[in-house]
Each structure stands twice: as C-alpha cells, then as structure tokens.
C-alpha cells in the first residue's frame, strides 16, 4: 500500500504559478496509478489529471488542459502538478490519490488511498 502526503500549496495571484508535489511511502508506488482532484467549498471532489505506472500516459480535465502538467518519478516515489497561469477557479483543496487500475481513473470512488489535502487559492 502507499500513503500519499501533498505539498507546495498556497496562495498565488491569478496568472502565476505552483507546483504541488505528493510524496507516497510504501515500495510499490510504481505499481499504482496516480491522480489529482480537487475539491472547492460546497462542491464535490473534482478530477484534474492523473498519469499511468510509468508516466507514459496522462489524462487531464478539460478544465486544466494545456495549463497544468502532471508527472511522476518513481524513484523519489513522488508525483507532482505543475500548475500554469492559474485561475480564482483553481481555488480549491488539492488532493493525491492513488489506485492499482487505470480504468475509471477520473473517478474518485475508485481511488484507494488519499492523501490529506494542501490548499490552492488564488486570488484576482
């Protein structure tokens, strides 16, 4: 199993720029398909992007394409978001989560190991 534990969020201007960074223990990081969702106030958690074992493949939400990156290195056992000229709507809780399949990978119920959350908010 792994346990994700996310990083790097704050508070940013509209325009700029974060990387969020998601550290999971456990030896077999390799072996689990990564995602990132978000989740604002009063709203349900969110698919943004996840990425395969190997980092071979990616998937994003419509929302993000072209502006945020995802990527992993499985030797630090750690996968991470690049987020681009960011938006007030970006303003959420950014969470990690990690699942052994890539079907469904867009849905958070499928996902079996979460990390706690790093806040993201930007401001206009």
């Known amino acids: 199993q792994v346990q994700p534990v996310e990083s790097g969020g704050g508070l940013v201007q509209a325009g700029g720029s974060l990387r969020l960074s998601c550290a999971a223990s456990?030896?077999?990081?390799?072996?689990?398909?990564m995602g990132w969702f978000r989740q604002a106030p009063g709203k349900e958690r969110e698919f943004v992007a996840a990425?395969?074992?190997?980092?071979?493949?990616?998937y994003y939400a419509d929302s993000v394409k072209g502006r945020f990156t995802i990527s992993r290195d499985n030797a630090k056992n750690t996968v991470y978001l690049q987020m681009n000229t960011l938006k007030p709507e970006d303003t959420a809780v950014y969470y990690c989560?990690?699942?052994?399949?890539?079907?469904?990978?867009?849905?958070?119920?499928?996902?079996?190991?979460w990390g706690q959350g790093t806040q993201v908010t930007v401001s206009s």
């Open positions: 989560g990690a699942k052994r399949y890539y079907s469904e990978y867009a849905e958070p119920l499928k996902y079996e190991y």
């Open positions: 456990g030896r077999t990081f390799s072996s689990y398909v």
């Open positions: 990425i395969s074992w190997s980092g071979g493949n990616a």
